[in-house]
């Protein structure tokens, strides 16, 4: 395996992994910030208020995309065994 092999299957993978974080926290993340904002304007400090949207967005965000990254990270695995024998020699 030479070392250009090598960073292309790394940057593939890293690429993918941080595609599938953004996909699954970005709405949780502007959700939580959307909640805050309501928390710090009306005073309410109660931290069930923070959490229970978010974790609704992001089970609602899983359900949505998950289809979608399955096919991105299938397609990934497939390319990896299609590469195997010039990854070999």
């Known amino acids: 395996m030479t070392p250009e092999i090598a960073l292309q299957l790394f940057?593939?993978?890293f690429y993918l992994t941080m595609l599938m974080v953004v996909v699954i926290v970005g709405p949780s993340l502007a959700v939580g910030l959307i909640v805050?904002?309501?928390?710090?304007a009306t005073q309410i400090?109660?931290?069930?208020l923070s959490f229970l949207p978010?974790?609704?967005?992001?089970?609602a965000t899983i359900m949505m995309?998950?289809?979608w990254l399955l096919q991105k990270l299938m397609d990934l695995f497939n390319r990896l065994m299609m590469q195997v024998p010039e990854v070999i020699g």
């Open 65 to 67: 995309t998950g289809p």
């Open 54 to 59: 978010r974790l609704l967005v992001t089970l």
């Open 45 to 48: 400090n109660e931290q069930t």
């Open 11 to 13: 940057g593939e993978a």
């Open 36 to 40: 805050s904002t309501f928390q710090a």
